[in-house]
């Protein structure tokens, strides 16, 4: 039923808004004009003075769509000609009627107000005054000034309707182009991240082993190792960094950084096997909570800062094992990374291989996340980092 109501009121309006139905219009106001005072028994017939004013009060209406006001200022005159001439009140009536209708509809809220207040108790009062006799009654004008102020408030109510589907297709309109922006986003961030994901883990991989492969160099023949080997290590930094760069400018200025690659505890143990394969042994333990509970964003952040406290341990501590230990305790995750094998000689404090920035790097990627991140010696002869990050991740 609702789409049939629909249908029939857009039928309605294409309909109405023909030009030629305001020529009927015209046409038929020209005959009542002429039928109205024979019908009420006020002239035997049309006179050439009668049908010339008849014809020259109904022309107008052709142009009322158009021009509503206008055509409301030009006719009302003329129909206050006719009634002391002819006395058409019936007719009078219906066309000022249909004209304040128009300029309801067609026209400002403010026209309509003010047509409304004037129009309507002014074609009463001209009709009762012009009436042969005075034979309008009371009971006949204020049916008179009714039916002008209801077809006022016709036209107003279809202007307001009118107005209330252009909004609703306008708000349509804009829906359909927000949502279009919001898939050829979400497409544009899916296509980044899935590139960062194949390629930055590859980028990583070949970080780690190129400084795998540099420490078992140094350890099997105590010598140091090829300079290719940390240049290729360090271009692979770069490159990474080059990445996450460029993929960045296909984000909106608006949507969040990508995050990606996603770190969760299946990334941890191939970032330890692949540190493994170096001869570090890693014992791993995470919390049974831990992929429960860790939002994706302190996820990651535990990633890396776990990433770059192994390579500073393949890279400048002699230790031959390390522990890595990840926790939920309520609403934080905390992580340890520990090695107890003392740092080798002449190695600057503070630098690793997987971000540059060392201890400052992953300090860094815990506060950007609301946590803590503190790294040193364990008080013995080995080295651990200590983070906490608060589940919310939340930037304190």
């Not at 039923?1 to 219009?25: E, K, T």
């Not at 006719?82 to 249909?98: D, G, K, Q, R, S």
């Not at 609703?168 to 960062?196: G, I, T």
Request: with cysteine; glycine share 8%.
């Amino acid at each position: 039923m609702r789409v049939v109501g629909q249908v029939a009121r857009a039928g309605w309006r294409a309909v109405s808004r023909v030009p030629d139905i305001d020529s009927a219009l015209a046409l038929l106001a020209f005959v009542a004009l002429l039928v109205d005072p024979v019908l009420q028994h006020r002239s035997s017939g049309p006179s050439v003075p009668v049908v010339v004013l008849s014809a020259a009060t109904a022309l107008p209406l052709t142009a009322r769509r158009r021009h509503p006001v206008p055509v409301l200022c030009l006719v009302l005159p003329l129909l206050l000609i006719c009634l002391p001439v002819f006395h058409p009140n019936w007719t009078t009536v219906a066309i000022v009627m249909v004209l304040v209708f128009t300029v309801g509809a067609d026209g400002g809220r403010l026209s309509s107000l003010v047509v409304g207040g004037v129009m309507a108790p002014v074609v009463a009062v001209a009709v009762l005054l012009t009436s042969r006799d005075h034979d309008v009654g009371g009971v006949e004008f204020v049916a008179y000034l009714a039916l002008v102020l209801g077809a006022l408030a016709a036209g107003e109510a279809v202007r307001a309707r009118r107005a209330l589907d252009r909004e609703v297709s306008e708000e349509a309109a804009r829906e359909l182009v927000a949502q279009s922006q919001q898939r050829m986003s979400a497409e544009r961030l899916r296509l980044a991240n899935e590139v960062h994901d194949i390629v930055g883990h590859a980028l990583v991989a070949i970080q780690v082993q190129a400084t795998a492969a540099a420490h078992v160099a140094r350890r099997t023949s105590g010598a140091v190792p090829p300079q290719s080997m940390t240049d290729i290590a360090a271009t692979a930094t770069e490159a990474l960094d080059d990445l996450r760069a460029t993929l960045g400018t296909l984000r909106a200025p608006e949507e969040p950084a990508p995050l990606h690659p996603a770190a969760d505890v299946t990334d941890l143990r191939q970032l330890v096997r692949g540190v493994e394969a170096a001869g570090l042994v890693v014992d791993l333990q995470v919390s049974s909570a831990v992929p429960r509970t860790v939002p994706t964003a302190v996820a990651h952040a535990g990633y890396r800062i776990v990433q770059e406290g192994l390579t500073n341990v393949l890279r400048h501590s002699s230790a031959r094992s390390a522990c890595v230990r990840i926790a939920v305790e309520g609403a934080h995750m905390t992580l340890g990374i520990a090695d107890a094998g003392p740092q080798r000689a002449g190695t600057p404090t503070g630098t690793t291989a997987g971000s540059g920035r060392g201890i400052q790097g992953m300090t860094d990627r815990a506060a950007a996340v609301g946590g803590v991140c503190r790294a040193g010696p364990d008080g013995e002869d080995g080295w651990q980092v200590q983070a906490r990050i608060p589940l919310a991740g939340a930037p304190r």
